[in-house]
């Protein structure tokens, strides 16, 4: 992931996309990008997401600016934890947000094997 990726997925919201027998979409606010270029997602609210990726394993992050409708699509596979330090910083990051009425259950770690533009124009669907 270049450093315009890094940059728009730290700033914007990002939607999560998974399947097995149904198809998810859902909007992610608890997230990060790792210095290796792994995806950090904090588990609230994703039960249907994590059936999806225990039955496959696959997930697809899509991030854009509605300002300048630069975006970028991610796809790859998914590992999830209920504990360590990634987990704690969620937790610390959820509870503060909703003083202690909701936490993270665990985390998803994403790792990348496509990076693929969604920003109209001559580089749309040209996977970096």
Request: hydrophobic content about 40%; charged content about 25%; glycine content about 8%.
């Amino acid at each position: 992931m270049n450093a315009d990726v890094i940059k728009l997925l730290k700033e914007q919201m990002w939607y999560l996309a998974t399947y097995s027998d149904e198809p998810n979409a859902v909007p992610v606010a608890f997230k990060d990008v790792t210095e290796d270029g792994k995806l950090l997602v904090g588990d609230v609210f994703l039960e249907t997401t994590l059936n999806n990726i225990r039955a496959n394993g696959k997930i697809a992050v899509s991030a854009s600016n509605a300002q300048n409708l630069e975006g970028y699509q991610i796809k790859g596979t998914a590992e999830y934890i209920t504990e360590g330090p990634i987990v704690d910083t969620f937790k610390k990051m959820v509870e503060d947000m909703f003083k202690g009425a909701a936490t993270a259950k665990g985390a998803l770690i994403i790792t990348p094997e496509k990076v693929i533009v969604t920003t109209p124009g001559a580089d749309n669907k040209k996977e970096l």
